[in-house]
Protein backbone atom coordinates (compact mmCIF):
# COMPACT_ATOMS: atom_id res chain seq x y z
CA UNK A 1 0.00 0.00 0.00
CA UNK A 2 1.13 3.15 -0.60
CA UNK A 3 2.26 5.98 1.78
CA UNK A 4 1.01 9.57 1.31
CA UNK A 5 2.17 12.81 3.37
CA UNK A 6 0.46 16.36 2.38
CA UNK A 7 2.25 19.16 2.84
CA UNK A 8 1.78 22.76 2.22
CA UNK A 9 -1.25 24.12 4.28
CA UNK A 10 -1.27 27.37 6.52
CA UNK A 11 -2.95 30.83 7.13
CA UNK A 12 -3.87 33.07 4.17
CA UNK A 13 -5.86 35.72 4.14
CA UNK A 14 -9.08 35.52 1.47
CA UNK A 15 -8.59 35.97 -2.15
CA UNK A 16 -4.94 34.42 -1.45
CA UNK A 17 -3.55 31.07 -2.68
CA UNK A 18 -1.89 27.95 -1.33
CA UNK A 19 -0.59 24.86 -3.01
CA UNK A 20 -0.58 21.39 -1.31
CA UNK A 21 1.67 18.68 -1.76
CA UNK A 22 0.99 14.96 -1.67
CA UNK A 23 4.20 13.26 -1.32
CA UNK A 24 3.65 8.81 -2.11
CA UNK A 25 6.30 6.37 -0.58
CA UNK A 26 6.32 2.70 -0.81
CA UNK A 27 5.02 2.92 -4.25
CA UNK A 28 5.36 4.48 -7.43
CA UNK A 29 2.11 6.44 -8.18
CA UNK A 30 2.24 5.45 -11.69
CA UNK A 31 -1.11 3.41 -11.51
CA UNK A 32 -2.76 5.64 -8.91
CA UNK A 33 -5.57 7.76 -9.40
CA UNK A 34 -5.71 10.63 -6.13
CA UNK A 35 -7.80 12.60 -4.98
CA UNK A 36 -8.27 15.70 -2.54
CA UNK A 37 -10.92 15.65 0.40
CA UNK A 38 -11.57 18.57 2.90
CA UNK A 39 -13.29 18.15 6.60
CA UNK A 40 -14.66 21.76 8.01
CA UNK A 41 -14.99 22.26 11.46
CA UNK A 42 -18.27 20.35 12.48
CA UNK A 43 -19.06 18.85 9.00
CA UNK A 44 -18.42 15.86 6.78
CA UNK A 45 -15.37 15.17 5.10
CA UNK A 46 -15.91 15.98 1.14
CA UNK A 47 -14.52 15.86 -2.00
CA UNK A 48 -12.33 18.68 -3.98
CA UNK A 49 -10.82 17.45 -6.61
CA UNK A 50 -9.28 14.36 -8.43
CA UNK A 51 -7.34 13.04 -10.98
CA UNK A 52 -6.52 9.97 -13.11
CA UNK A 53 -3.30 7.90 -13.72
CA UNK A 54 -2.69 8.79 -17.10
CA UNK A 55 -3.87 11.42 -19.49
CA UNK A 56 -4.48 13.83 -16.22
CA UNK A 57 -7.99 14.04 -16.58
CA UNK A 58 -9.15 15.64 -13.86
CA UNK A 59 -12.79 16.02 -12.22
CA UNK A 60 -13.94 18.80 -9.44
CA UNK A 61 -16.29 19.91 -7.01
CA UNK A 62 -18.45 22.52 -8.18
CA UNK A 63 -17.59 24.55 -4.91
CA UNK A 64 -13.82 25.08 -6.47
CA UNK A 65 -14.46 25.12 -9.79
CA UNK A 66 -12.16 27.41 -11.37
CA UNK A 67 -10.41 28.20 -8.37
CA UNK A 68 -8.14 24.95 -8.18
CA UNK A 69 -6.51 22.48 -9.55
CA UNK A 70 -4.87 19.48 -9.42
CA UNK A 71 -1.83 18.10 -11.47
CA UNK A 72 0.30 15.30 -10.54
CA UNK A 73 3.92 15.07 -11.80
CA UNK A 74 4.96 11.31 -11.53
CA UNK A 75 8.61 11.56 -11.87
CA UNK A 76 8.70 13.36 -8.22
CA UNK A 77 5.64 10.90 -7.19
CA UNK A 78 4.03 13.66 -6.09
CA UNK A 79 0.32 15.08 -6.75
CA UNK A 80 -0.40 18.89 -6.43
CA UNK A 81 -3.55 21.00 -4.96
CA UNK A 82 -3.05 24.44 -6.10
CA UNK A 83 -5.66 26.61 -4.33
CA UNK A 84 -6.34 30.48 -5.92
CA UNK A 85 -8.93 33.09 -4.98
CA UNK A 86 -9.32 31.15 -1.55
CA UNK A 87 -12.31 32.05 0.55
CA UNK A 88 -12.89 31.61 4.14
CA UNK A 89 -15.13 28.40 3.45
CA UNK A 90 -12.45 27.06 2.39
CA UNK A 91 -11.05 26.64 5.76
CA UNK A 92 -10.96 22.74 6.38
CA UNK A 93 -7.90 20.02 6.77
CA UNK A 94 -7.47 18.84 3.39
CA UNK A 95 -6.48 14.92 2.91
CA UNK A 96 -5.25 13.13 -0.60
CA UNK A 97 -6.11 9.70 -1.67
CA UNK A 98 -5.02 7.16 -3.98
CA UNK A 99 -6.23 4.06 -5.48
CA UNK A 100 -4.50 1.93 -7.46
CA UNK A 101 -6.56 1.10 -10.97
CA UNK A 102 -6.24 -0.06 -14.38
CA UNK A 103 -8.45 2.41 -15.67
CA UNK A 104 -5.96 5.08 -16.97
CA UNK A 105 -8.73 7.69 -17.40
CA UNK A 106 -11.13 7.59 -14.56
CA UNK A 107 -11.22 9.90 -11.39
CA UNK A 108 -12.85 9.14 -8.71
CA UNK A 109 -15.33 11.49 -6.53
CA UNK A 110 -16.40 9.25 -3.18
CA UNK A 111 -14.05 8.35 0.05
CA UNK A 112 -15.11 4.52 -0.38
CA UNK A 113 -12.97 4.53 -3.53
CA UNK A 114 -10.02 5.25 -2.18
CA UNK A 115 -7.45 2.74 -0.40
CA UNK A 116 -4.76 4.89 1.19
CA UNK A 117 -4.93 8.33 2.84
CA UNK A 118 -2.85 10.80 4.46
CA UNK A 119 -3.11 12.58 7.77
CA UNK A 120 -4.16 15.65 6.22
CA UNK A 121 -2.73 19.30 6.31
CA UNK A 122 -4.52 22.06 7.81
CA UNK A 123 -5.64 25.51 5.64
CA UNK A 124 -7.16 28.29 7.11
CA UNK A 125 -8.39 31.13 5.66
CA UNK A 126 -9.36 34.83 7.45
CA UNK A 127 -11.57 37.26 6.18
Not at 10 to 19: F, I, M
Not at 21 to 50: D, H, I
Request: charged residues 20%; contains cysteine.
Amino acid sequence: QVQLVESGGGLVQAGGSLRLSCAASGRTLNTYAVGWFRRAPGKEREFVAAISWTLSRTNYADSVKGRFSISRDNAKNTVYLQMNSLKPEDTAVYYCAARRTSQRTTTYDIESQYDSWGQGTQVTVSS
